[in-house]
Structures are given as structure tokens and as C-alpha cells.
């Protein structure tokens, strides 16, 4: 099994504290990085400790040896790496994971993943570093990272990718975003469970109303347990579902981008609404249907403002 040179954990504000103190006292060089409490370095090991959470990312050849010995014993009080399968044993029953990419953007299709994974295949990921996508900061590790879990050993996959002009005919046939995003959840299992007919659990993340979720599910999806719960990413399988999604949804806005030869923004900025008016005023509505989420009141803004000097 190879070393761990990465490692991320939430803390409380007093254990970032505590640890503070602790590196202090040690003798570690602190440096200011932006978006960080603190940061510290010494021989093999960087700690970098965010604001946001707060959480502490480790990163280096030592990571190991710090954990277990700084980290664990003297400020989380609990001994879980190497334990994970005793702690968390549901990670590593055989079980379906489920997530979607896309949801919030604009631009761009919906993309929904799931992945089955076993007890061999949750460790071989959990090597990998698969984490939740929206922890990963750079689309070329995203990619990288897609390629090595696709290569991983009994796992088994399904990407169901919705292109914008589809999801805008999709959510009028359904009518809100949950019933379709239900549709595609159900359908990834369905598939999967062709793949695998014996696993017996699939996870999501949860649902407003879990109820629609539920009902969506077909044939095969009926007969498995069915377990919608927050930050289901911690899971191995719904993260690297979310990894499957993401680099979807990141190919499509490059591809389509260098096809209309301006590039598609993420999310719903001010430099978003500012790209959909020009490709309006280029293409049309029904252009602009071809690459964007119509229910968005971003599509409205524009067509509505169009030519009238408006700026996002």
C-alpha cells in the first residue's frame, strides 16, 4: 500500500487552536497563505490549516507519521487512520454511490455518476485520494484523477450526461429540478444494477423532499435499500462519483467553449451573464438554449436586457 502524502480532516476552532500551539512549541516555520488560519512547515510535512470549516490539509512524505503521532493522539483524541474500515465499516460494504455535476451552473449539461464499489475497491480509492470534487480545486487534477478511478479494479461505473438543449426539454416535461435530478438519480441506479444485480445499498446525497427520490426509482432500484443522507461525499463511492460528473461537465464547457470560440464560465458571476448576452445576441434564444440551463433567471435577465446597453 503506497504512503499517504495527503490528508484532510475538519477541526473544531478550539483544535486549530490547540494545534497552533503545539507546532509553535515544536519549532515549525509559519508562513501567511491566503485563505488560511495558519500555515506551518518542517522537514517532510506541510500543514496548512483553512478558515472556511476550518479543516487542516496535510500534505508531504511524512503526513503519516503525523497523524498518528501529533495530529490523532494530541489533538483529535481518537486513533482512525488505519481504522477506517472499523469506525465507518459501511464504506466498505459493496454499495452504489451517486452524485451529479452541473446543477448550479449556467452553462453547461447536467451530469449524474454513480460508482459500485466493494471492500478492495473503497481502499484502492480512498489510495487515490478520491475526496468530493467541489474539494478539488483544479480541473486538470479532477481529470487526472477521473482517469486513475476508472482504472481501478471490480469498479464498476455510469455517467449519464444531459446537454443543456435536452435538460431545457426535460425540466418542462418535469417541472422543477428535483424531479429530474430524481429521474436521472434513478436511472444511474437502474443501469448499475445490471452491472451488479446483487448490491444491496446505493447512497445519495439527500434530497429536499426524499420522498421524490424514492418514487423515481425503477424496477431493479425498488428492491435495494436506498440511503439519502448529507455530505454523502465522505462516502468513497459518492466521491468518486462526483469526480466521474465533474470531469464531464469540465470537457463539455472546453469543448463547447473552443467550438463557439469564447469560453463558458462556471456558476451564475457577473462574467456569466455577460458571456450568455453576447452568445444571445450572436445566437438567438434557441442558441442559447443549445449551452444553457433556461429555468435560470439568468436567461431571462438577459433576453429581457438585451439591447438596451445593459451590463452584467
Not at 480532516?9 to 516555520?29: C, V
Not at 448550479?104 to 468530493?132: M, N, S, T
Request: hydrophobic share 40%; charged share 25%.
Amino acid at each position: 500500500m503506497p504512503a499517504l502524502t495527503t490528508y484532510t480532516k475538519p477541526l473544531s476552532s478550539e483544535q486549530a487552536t490547540r494545534l497552533r500551539g503545539l507546532l509553535a512549541e515544536a519549532g515549525w516555520s509559519f508562513e501567511s497563505k491566503p485563505y488560511c488560519l495558519y500555515a506551518a512547515s518542517r522537514n517532510r510535512v506541510n500543514v496548512l490549516v483553512y478558515e472556511k470549516g476550518p479543516k487542516i490539509v496535510v500534505q508531504g512524505k511524512d503526513t503519516e507519521d503525523f497523524i498518528t503521532n501529533v495530529l490523532e493522539p494530541q489533538v483529535l483524541g481518537v486513533a482512525e487512520l488505519g481504522y477506517e474500515e472499523v469506525h465507518h465499516p459501511e464504506m466498505f460494504q459493496p454499495h452504489l454511490g451517486i452524485d451529479e455535476s452541473g446543477k448550479g451552473d449556467f452553462f453547461g449539461p447536467l451530469v449524474i455518476a454513480g460508482v459500485y464499489v466493494d471492500r478492495e475497491v473503497a481502499h484502492a480509492l480512498r489510495e487515490l485520494g478520491a475526496v468530493d470534487s467541489k474539494r478539488i480545486g483544479s480541473d486538470d487534477k479532477i481529470l487526472k484523477l477521473a482517469e486513475m478511478i476508472r482504472k481501478v479494479p471490480g469498479l464498476k461505473s455510469e455517467v449519464i450526461q444531459i446537454n443543456p438543449g435536452r435538460y431545457n426539454e426535460l425540466y418542462e416535461k418535469f417541472g422543477n429540478l428535483n424531479r429530474l435530478l430524481a429521474w436521472g438519480h434513478a436511472k444511474v441506479i437502474e443501469v448499475l444494477l445490471e452491472k451488479v444485480p446483487g448490491c444491496p445499498t446505493a447512497i445519495s446525497d439527500q434530497f429536499a423532499n426524499p420522498a421524490v427520490l424514492q418514487r423515481a426509482l425503477q424496477e431493479r432500484g425498488r428492491g435495494i435499500q436506498l440511503i439519502q443522507r448529507t455530505k454523502a461525499e465522505s462516502d468513497p463511492a459518492v466521491a468518486a462519483a462526483s469526480i466521474l460528473a465533474r470531469e464531464r461537465f469540465v470537457q463539455w464547457l472546453d469543448q463547447t467553449g473552443q467550438r463557439l470560440g469564447r469560453e463558458l464560465p462556471k456558476g451564475v458571476s457577473p462574467l456569466v451573464k455577460e458571456r450568455a448576452r453576447g452568445l444571445f445576441e450572436a445566437m438567438g434564444e434557441d442558441g442559447l438554449r443549445q449551452v444553457a440551463k433556461m429555468h435560470f433567471k439568468t436567461s431571462q435577465e438577459v433576453m429581457s436586457r438585451s439591447g438596451e446597453g445593459w451590463q452584467a
